[in-house]
Protein backbone atom coordinates (compact mmCIF):
# COMPACT_ATOMS: atom_id res chain seq x y z
CA UNK A 1 0.00 0.00 0.00
CA UNK A 2 2.95 2.37 0.60
CA UNK A 3 4.36 1.87 -2.66
CA UNK A 4 1.17 2.73 -4.03
CA UNK A 5 1.18 6.15 -2.14
CA UNK A 6 4.65 6.96 -3.02
CA UNK A 7 3.99 6.28 -6.44
CA UNK A 8 0.82 8.55 -7.28
CA UNK A 9 2.67 11.25 -5.30
CA UNK A 10 5.56 10.37 -7.52
CA UNK A 11 3.12 10.86 -10.34
CA UNK A 12 1.75 13.84 -9.29
CA UNK A 13 4.66 15.37 -8.81
CA UNK A 14 6.08 14.54 -12.45
CA UNK A 15 2.75 16.14 -13.92
CA UNK A 16 2.95 19.49 -12.16
CA UNK A 17 6.67 19.77 -13.41
CA UNK A 18 5.30 18.59 -17.09
CA UNK A 19 2.83 21.56 -16.30
CA UNK A 20 4.97 24.31 -15.37
CA UNK A 21 6.89 23.70 -18.50
CA UNK A 22 4.12 24.92 -20.40
CA UNK A 23 3.11 29.07 -20.55
CA UNK A 24 -0.94 29.94 -20.03
CA UNK A 25 -2.53 32.38 -21.54
CA UNK A 26 -3.70 35.26 -19.85
CA UNK A 27 -7.67 35.20 -19.00
CA UNK A 28 -9.71 38.03 -20.45
CA UNK A 29 -10.67 40.31 -18.50
CA UNK A 30 -14.71 39.12 -19.09
CA UNK A 31 -13.30 36.14 -17.40
CA UNK A 32 -12.17 37.86 -14.37
CA UNK A 33 -15.70 39.05 -13.10
CA UNK A 34 -17.91 37.49 -10.89
CA UNK A 35 -19.41 34.83 -12.13
CA UNK A 36 -21.70 34.12 -9.51
CA UNK A 37 -22.90 37.51 -10.17
CA UNK A 38 -23.18 37.49 -13.65
CA UNK A 39 -24.83 33.72 -13.02
CA UNK A 40 -27.40 35.61 -10.91
CA UNK A 41 -27.88 38.58 -13.38
CA UNK A 42 -28.68 36.17 -15.96
CA UNK A 43 -31.00 33.84 -14.32
CA UNK A 44 -33.42 37.10 -13.09
CA UNK A 45 -32.21 37.53 -9.62
CA UNK A 46 -29.39 40.70 -9.91
CA UNK A 47 -30.41 42.50 -6.89
CA UNK A 48 -29.46 39.34 -4.87
CA UNK A 49 -25.52 39.01 -3.52
CA UNK A 50 -23.66 36.90 -4.94
CA UNK A 51 -22.55 35.26 -1.17
CA UNK A 52 -25.82 34.04 -1.31
CA UNK A 53 -24.99 31.09 -3.86
CA UNK A 54 -22.39 29.55 -1.85
CA UNK A 55 -24.36 30.14 1.46
CA UNK A 56 -27.16 27.95 0.19
CA UNK A 57 -24.83 25.33 -1.83
CA UNK A 58 -23.53 24.54 1.92
CA UNK A 59 -26.62 24.59 3.72
CA UNK A 60 -27.99 21.90 1.69
CA UNK A 61 -25.24 20.11 1.55
CA UNK A 62 -25.04 19.66 5.83
CA UNK A 63 -28.55 18.98 5.42
CA UNK A 64 -28.49 16.29 2.95
CA UNK A 65 -25.42 14.61 4.27
CA UNK A 66 -26.87 14.57 8.13
CA UNK A 67 -30.92 13.29 6.34
CA UNK A 68 -29.11 10.48 4.23
CA UNK A 69 -26.68 9.43 7.24
CA UNK A 70 -29.74 9.22 9.72
CA UNK A 71 -31.83 7.34 7.37
CA UNK A 72 -29.11 5.17 5.77
CA UNK A 73 -26.86 4.91 8.45
CA UNK A 74 -23.73 5.18 5.99
CA UNK A 75 -21.58 8.01 5.88
CA UNK A 76 -20.15 7.77 2.36
CA UNK A 77 -23.87 7.68 0.88
CA UNK A 78 -24.50 10.89 2.94
CA UNK A 79 -21.26 12.39 0.99
CA UNK A 80 -22.55 11.88 -1.95
CA UNK A 81 -25.91 13.10 -1.05
CA UNK A 82 -23.80 16.19 0.25
CA UNK A 83 -22.02 16.85 -2.82
CA UNK A 84 -25.43 16.51 -5.05
CA UNK A 85 -26.85 18.80 -2.95
CA UNK A 86 -24.01 21.76 -3.14
CA UNK A 87 -24.20 21.28 -6.68
CA UNK A 88 -28.03 21.48 -7.12
CA UNK A 89 -28.24 25.67 -6.43
CA UNK A 90 -26.18 26.26 -9.13
CA UNK A 91 -26.97 23.54 -11.89
CA UNK A 92 -30.91 25.21 -10.96
CA UNK A 93 -29.31 28.63 -11.89
CA UNK A 94 -27.97 27.86 -14.77
CA UNK A 95 -30.87 26.47 -16.26
CA UNK A 96 -32.80 29.10 -15.30
CA UNK A 97 -30.58 31.63 -17.00
CA UNK A 98 -30.47 29.13 -20.29
CA UNK A 99 -34.09 29.20 -20.64
CA UNK A 100 -34.45 32.70 -20.09
CA UNK A 101 -31.32 33.15 -22.84
CA UNK A 102 -33.47 30.88 -25.07
CA UNK A 103 -36.66 32.89 -24.82
CA UNK A 104 -34.85 36.29 -25.05
CA UNK A 105 -33.00 35.00 -28.23
CA UNK A 106 -36.58 34.04 -29.78
CA UNK A 107 -37.80 37.66 -29.20
CA UNK A 108 -34.88 39.14 -31.27
CA UNK A 109 -36.08 39.03 -34.77
CA UNK A 110 -39.25 41.43 -33.29
CA UNK A 111 -36.46 44.06 -31.48
CA UNK A 112 -35.33 44.15 -34.86
CA UNK A 113 -38.78 44.51 -36.63
CA UNK A 114 -39.86 47.39 -34.07
CA UNK A 115 -36.61 48.79 -35.02
CA UNK A 116 -36.93 48.55 -38.79
CA UNK A 117 -40.76 50.08 -38.15
CA UNK A 118 -39.75 52.98 -36.45
CA UNK A 119 -36.74 53.59 -38.41
CA UNK A 120 -39.26 53.55 -41.63
CA UNK A 121 -41.85 56.27 -40.02
CA UNK A 122 -39.17 58.68 -39.66
CA UNK A 123 -37.87 58.12 -35.63
CA UNK A 124 -33.91 59.08 -34.93
CA UNK A 125 -31.73 56.06 -34.11
CA UNK A 126 -31.81 57.08 -30.59
CA UNK A 127 -35.65 57.57 -30.21
CA UNK A 128 -36.34 54.31 -31.95
CA UNK A 129 -34.05 52.34 -29.54
CA UNK A 130 -35.58 54.16 -26.32
CA UNK A 131 -38.87 53.83 -27.55
CA UNK A 132 -38.40 49.91 -27.41
CA UNK A 133 -38.68 50.40 -23.78
CA UNK A 134 -42.42 50.77 -24.43
CA UNK A 135 -43.00 48.31 -27.51
CA UNK A 136 -40.24 46.07 -27.00
CA UNK A 137 -40.65 42.20 -26.10
CA UNK A 138 -41.61 42.45 -22.20
CA UNK A 139 -38.41 40.35 -21.18
CA UNK A 140 -36.48 42.96 -22.82
CA UNK A 141 -38.32 46.43 -21.88
CA UNK A 142 -36.10 46.76 -18.17
CA UNK A 143 -32.90 46.98 -20.15
CA UNK A 144 -33.72 49.19 -23.11
CA UNK A 145 -35.45 51.02 -20.22
CA UNK A 146 -32.19 51.99 -18.47
CA UNK A 147 -31.04 52.97 -21.83
CA UNK A 148 -33.75 54.90 -22.53
CA UNK A 149 -32.69 56.90 -18.64
CA UNK A 150 -29.15 56.62 -19.65
CA UNK A 151 -29.66 58.07 -22.67
CA UNK A 152 -31.47 61.45 -22.00
CA UNK A 153 -29.52 61.62 -18.41
CA UNK A 154 -25.81 61.97 -21.04
CA UNK A 155 -27.27 62.25 -24.45
CA UNK A 156 -23.97 59.80 -25.28
CA UNK A 157 -25.57 57.33 -27.63
CA UNK A 158 -22.63 55.35 -28.35
CA UNK A 159 -21.55 54.57 -24.89
CA UNK A 160 -24.70 54.35 -23.22
CA UNK A 161 -25.03 51.39 -26.54
CA UNK A 162 -22.51 49.86 -25.60
CA UNK A 163 -22.89 49.60 -21.86
CA UNK A 164 -26.18 48.28 -23.03
CA UNK A 165 -24.57 45.52 -24.72
CA UNK A 166 -22.24 44.57 -21.77
CA UNK A 167 -25.47 44.23 -19.80
CA UNK A 168 -27.14 41.95 -22.30
CA UNK A 169 -23.91 40.04 -23.38
CA UNK A 170 -25.63 38.64 -26.29
CA UNK A 171 -24.13 37.68 -29.72
CA UNK A 172 -27.43 39.12 -31.88
CA UNK A 173 -27.24 42.42 -30.14
CA UNK A 174 -23.69 43.08 -30.65
CA UNK A 175 -24.30 43.11 -34.58
CA UNK A 176 -27.34 45.02 -34.14
CA UNK A 177 -25.27 47.51 -31.97
CA UNK A 178 -22.51 47.40 -34.54
CA UNK A 179 -24.77 47.97 -37.53
CA UNK A 180 -26.37 50.58 -35.29
CA UNK A 181 -23.39 52.19 -34.36
CA UNK A 182 -21.96 52.49 -37.90
CA UNK A 183 -25.08 53.97 -38.96
CA UNK A 184 -24.61 56.43 -36.68
CA UNK A 185 -20.94 57.56 -37.39
CA UNK A 186 -20.92 57.57 -41.43
CA UNK A 187 -24.64 57.19 -42.06
CA UNK A 188 -26.41 55.60 -45.14
CA UNK A 189 -29.83 54.63 -45.88
CA UNK A 190 -29.80 51.04 -46.14
CA UNK A 191 -30.48 50.46 -42.62
CA UNK A 192 -33.45 49.38 -42.65
CA UNK A 193 -32.59 46.91 -45.42
CA UNK A 194 -29.95 45.83 -43.57
CA UNK A 195 -32.65 44.90 -40.34
CA UNK A 196 -34.84 43.26 -42.55
CA UNK A 197 -31.92 40.77 -43.55
CA UNK A 198 -30.82 40.65 -39.89
CA UNK A 199 -34.63 40.00 -39.16
CA UNK A 200 -34.76 37.15 -41.62
CA UNK A 201 -31.58 35.64 -40.53
CA UNK A 202 -32.64 35.47 -36.99
CA UNK A 203 -35.55 33.58 -37.46
CA UNK A 204 -34.32 30.97 -40.12
CA UNK A 205 -31.24 30.24 -37.41
CA UNK A 206 -33.54 30.05 -34.52
CA UNK A 207 -36.12 27.45 -36.87
CA UNK A 208 -32.73 25.57 -37.44
CA UNK A 209 -31.39 25.72 -34.32
CA UNK A 210 -35.53 24.88 -32.73
CA UNK A 211 -35.18 21.68 -35.44
CA UNK A 212 -31.82 20.31 -33.79
CA UNK A 213 -32.52 20.93 -30.57
CA UNK A 214 -35.65 18.85 -30.68
CA UNK A 215 -33.83 15.68 -32.69
CA UNK A 216 -31.06 16.20 -29.88
CA UNK A 217 -33.73 16.47 -26.35
CA UNK A 218 -34.24 12.40 -27.17
CA UNK A 219 -30.74 11.91 -26.37
CA UNK A 220 -30.08 13.65 -24.24
CA UNK A 221 -32.91 12.71 -21.78
CA UNK A 222 -32.30 9.14 -22.12
CA UNK A 223 -28.30 9.94 -21.40
CA UNK A 224 -29.64 11.61 -18.20
CA UNK A 225 -31.96 8.83 -17.05
CA UNK A 226 -29.06 6.71 -18.15
CA UNK A 227 -27.28 8.86 -15.39
CA UNK A 228 -29.86 8.81 -12.81
CA UNK A 229 -31.12 4.99 -12.96
CA UNK A 230 -28.68 3.80 -10.51
CA UNK A 231 -28.90 6.04 -7.74
CA UNK A 232 -32.92 5.67 -8.01
CA UNK A 233 -32.28 2.31 -7.48
CA UNK A 234 -29.60 2.59 -4.92
CA UNK A 235 -32.72 5.17 -2.70
CA UNK A 236 -34.91 2.18 -3.32
CA UNK A 237 -32.35 -0.10 -1.78
CA UNK A 238 -32.06 2.40 1.22
CA UNK A 239 -36.19 1.82 2.21
CA UNK A 240 -35.19 -1.75 2.97
CA UNK A 241 -33.85 -2.49 6.76
CA UNK A 242 -30.03 -3.86 6.00
CA UNK A 243 -29.88 -3.50 2.49
CA UNK A 244 -27.15 -0.90 2.68
CA UNK A 245 -25.27 -2.44 5.24
CA UNK A 246 -22.59 -3.73 2.39
CA UNK A 247 -21.64 -0.23 1.82
CA UNK A 248 -20.26 0.56 5.03
CA UNK A 249 -17.33 -1.16 4.90
CA UNK A 250 -14.17 0.04 3.06
CA UNK A 251 -14.82 -1.55 0.22
CA UNK A 252 -18.63 -1.05 -0.66
CA UNK A 253 -17.52 3.18 0.21
CA UNK A 254 -14.81 2.69 -2.54
CA UNK A 255 -17.83 1.85 -4.94
CA UNK A 256 -19.51 4.32 -4.04
CA UNK A 257 -17.23 7.12 -4.66
CA UNK A 258 -16.28 5.40 -7.66
CA UNK A 259 -20.01 4.93 -9.27
CA UNK A 260 -20.78 8.97 -8.19
CA UNK A 261 -17.30 9.99 -9.71
CA UNK A 262 -18.33 7.75 -12.76
CA UNK A 263 -21.63 9.31 -13.13
CA UNK A 264 -20.16 13.00 -12.76
CA UNK A 265 -17.83 12.16 -15.46
CA UNK A 266 -20.36 10.53 -17.64
CA UNK A 267 -23.01 13.36 -17.40
CA UNK A 268 -20.15 16.32 -17.75
CA UNK A 269 -19.31 14.31 -20.86
CA UNK A 270 -22.68 13.79 -22.26
CA UNK A 271 -23.58 17.78 -21.89
CA UNK A 272 -19.83 18.72 -23.83
CA UNK A 273 -20.90 16.45 -26.81
CA UNK A 274 -24.78 17.13 -26.97
CA UNK A 275 -24.09 20.98 -26.66
CA UNK A 276 -24.68 22.96 -29.66
CA UNK A 277 -22.24 25.42 -30.73
CA UNK A 278 -23.26 29.15 -29.40
CA UNK A 279 -22.28 32.08 -31.50
CA UNK A 280 -19.71 34.18 -30.32
CA UNK A 281 -19.69 37.67 -29.10
CA UNK A 282 -18.60 40.63 -31.64
CA UNK A 283 -18.07 42.87 -29.17
CA UNK A 284 -17.04 41.15 -25.75
Known sequence: MSGTVVGAVFGCGVFCVWWSCWPRPARPVRERRHRVADLLRHAGFPAVPPVVLPLASVLLALLAFVATAAVSGVVVLGLCAAVAAAWAPAALLRRRAAVRTSARSAQWPDVVDQLASSVRAGMSLPDGVCALAQRGPELLRPEFAVFAAGYRASGNFEGELRALAGRLADPVFDRLAAALRMTRQVGGSDLGRTLRTLSGYLREDARTRGELLARQSWTVSAAR??????????????????????YSTATGAFVLLGGGAASALAYRLMLHWARLPQPRRVFA
Open 225 to 246: LAVAAPWIVLALLASRPGALDA
